[in-house]
Structures are given as C-alpha cells and as structure tokens.
C-alpha cells in the first residue's frame, strides 16, 4: 500500500526566506505525485504535479518541487517567502499499488514571520 | 463553471440525527471523493466513485453511505452521527482518480 509522510507538522521561516516542505512516499514504481495548498478555511488547491519526464517541476505562486526516485522524495521549495504564503500544505501520491487512489499527506503548517 | 459545490456550509447535529452532505461538479468528471479533515491527521478518504453507480470504500467508511446516481452528484450520508464524526468534510472530483483533484470549499459538521 501507498503511504505519503510529511515529517514537519509545523514549520516557521521569516519573510523572504527560502522554504523546503518534505515529502517522502513509499511505494517502488513511479508515483503520481502532488502539492495541494490551504489556505484557512478554504478548500485544497493544486499547486504542482509530477507525472513523468523532469524530475523539476514548477508550479503556481513560484514554487517548485523536485522529485528524487533514489531518496523516494518530493520536496517543495520557494526561494523567497511572502507572508501570503501561510497556510497549510499537502503532499499526495497515486500509485498503482494504491489502485491509483490519492493518499495524502497530514499536512505541514507553514507560519510566516514578517 | 460553478467547479465543486458543497452545502451545506455549516451543520450542528445531535448525536443519532441523520443527514446528508451535497456535493455537484459541473465538469463532467468520472471520479468523485469524499475526504474528513481532522486536525493533526490530514485528508482521510471516506469514500469515492469512479463512475455514475460505481463507489468504493476508503479509509475510513464506518457510519457513512454514499451512492452515485449521477456523474455529477455524490451525496454523502450520515446514518445515526456520532460526537467522533465531528469534522471537514470535503468533497473533491477529478477526470481520473490520478489527475488534479479539484475540492470543494468544505462542510464543517459538528455533532452534539
């Protein structure tokens, strides 16, 4: 079975600063892979996939995520924190072992500080 | 495109009331999911559809039903609600199960 973790529940980073959210999925074949962001009180929404070919991918609102088979991995990264950026983010994966079903993370809380 | 509908909004429940959860998509998507967010555990699915009259269980079915007559509704129902049902609930529907899942704004139950 497919399982995503998100080793930090809560991460603080000032203003400006760079960010790296940790995902790691543990499954063997290639995954489907995602980042969903929540905003408070909002719905999830996309703000990245990975299905194949280049292991960088970007996605909206200047994020990027890098996807390292060898580490079972699918880091988000930001270079520059804007306070907009507070909310809550998710890692999901879909894999065949999952019958292609997404399985989400539980969540990293990102706190900006000005 | 109204996208991912869900209502009611806000619901207060007496444990043992029954009720059903709504949620439309207007994007023609075969599958459709219903999630529960508690804090500290993420989305947990409850259940999904890949097709009008086809649904599965997910993680974590107990205590509720769902059908899917349409491709565009999947009403999600609670029989007899527990204080442990307490919760968001989200709704979220995709072409496939492995492409974008697009959520609704959430139904934020509260059971008594």
């Known amino acids: 079975a497919q399982s995503v973790t998100q080793p930090d529940i809560h991460i603080t980073v000032s203003e400006g600063a760079s960010l790296e959210l940790r995902c790691n999925y543990s499954y063997g074949a290639t995954p489907y892979l995602f980042w969903y962001v929540q905003s408070p009180g909002q719905g999830l929404q996309l703000l990245l996939k990975y299905f194949s070919g280049d292991t960088l991918v970007q996605g909206i609102k200047g994020f990027e995520a890098e996807f390292k088979r060898s580490q079972s991995s699918f880091n988000l990264r930001k270079p520059s924190v804007h306070w907009s950026d507070a909310a809550e983010y998710f890692c999901?994966?879909?894999?065949?072992?999952?019958?292609?079903?997404?399985?989400f993370g539980r969540g990293t809380s990102l706190i900006v500080h000005p | 495109n109204a996208g991912v509908t869900q209502t009611p909004k806000f619901q207060v429940l007496k444990t043992g009331q029954s009720m059903t959860l709504q949620c439309a998509q207007d994007m023609n998507h075969e599958y459709m999911s219903w999630y529960r967010q508690d804090p500290g555990m993420g989305l947990r699915l409850i259940h999904y559809s890949v097709g009008a009259g086809i649904t599965d269980q997910g993680e974590v079915p107990n205590g509720y039903n769902v059908s899917r007559s349409t491709t565009e509704d999947f009403p999600l129902r609670l029989l007899s609600a527990a204080p442990s049902q307490t919760s968001v609930y989200f709704c979220a529907s995709s072409y496939n199960s492995y492409y974008e899942q697009y959520f609704g704004p959430g139904t934020r139950l509260t059971v008594t």
């Open positions: 999901a994966v879909a894999a065949s072992g999952g019958s292609y079903i997404p399985t």
